[in-house]
């Protein structure tokens, strides 16, 4: 398989060493500052509005408690997500790759196994021969 020959595969792998590596910085530095950045954002804006909203009341502390309650159902779900869709990737890939194994690569291990036997068998024809000279 040319996908797993060592030539081919180190620099696949260092060039997705590469790849990933800045791509990880580049979310690290610029996009989850700007996340983060906004959700502040969002979270001051929500209690100035609740404060202007409620004044003297105390269904601030309400409103921001059902803020945060929503802000962390919606990473549960984001996370349950994430882990099923890894799951079945993963099932799906283990999956395939047995059936392929199990499809193509049982005949071509046959005729494998035929054509080493055919070989083995033409030296001992040829050893025989030669020793009875």
Same mark, same amino acid.
């Given at each position: 398989?040319?996908?797993?020959?060592?030539?081919?595969?180190?620099?696949?792998?260092? !060039?997705?060493?590469?790849?990933?590596?800045?791509?990880?910085?580049?979310?690290?530095?610029?996009?989850?500052?700007?996340?983060?950045?906004?959700?502040?954002?969002?979270?001051?804006?929500?209690?100035?509005?609740?404060?202007?909203?409620?004044?003297?009341?105390?269904?601030?502390?309400?409103?921001?408690?059902?803020?945060?309650?929503?802000?962390?159902?919606?990473?549960?779900? !984001?996370?349950?997500?994430?882990?099923?869709?890894?799951?079945?990737?993963?099932? !799906?890939?283990?999956?395939?790759?047995?059936?392929?194994?199990?499809?193509?690569?049982?005949?071509?291990?046959?005729?494998?196994?035929?054509?080493?036997?055919?070989?083995?068998?033409?030296?001992?024809?040829?050893?025989?021969?030669?020793?009875?000279?």
């Amino acid at each position: 398989m040319p996908q797993l020959d060592l030539m081919h595969f180190f620099t696949q792998f260092f !060039w997705f060493s590469i790849g990933f590596t800045f791509l990880y910085a580049y979310l690290l530095h610029n996009v989850v500052p700007t996340i983060a950045k906004n959700l502040k954002f969002r979270q001051k804006k929500l209690e100035l509005l609740a404060n202007d909203i409620n004044k003297g009341k105390d269904g601030v502390s309400d409103l921001l408690g059902i803020y945060d309650n929503l802000i962390f159902r919606s990473f549960q779900l !984001w996370k349950s997500n994430i882990s099923s869709l890894t799951e079945h990737g993963n099932s !799906w890939f283990s999956t395939n790759v047995k059936n392929l194994n199990n499809s193509n690569f049982n005949a071509a291990n046959k005729e494998y196994l035929k054509a080493v036997g055919e070989q083995h068998y033409r030296n001992l024809v040829v050893k025989s021969f030669v020793s009875k000279k």
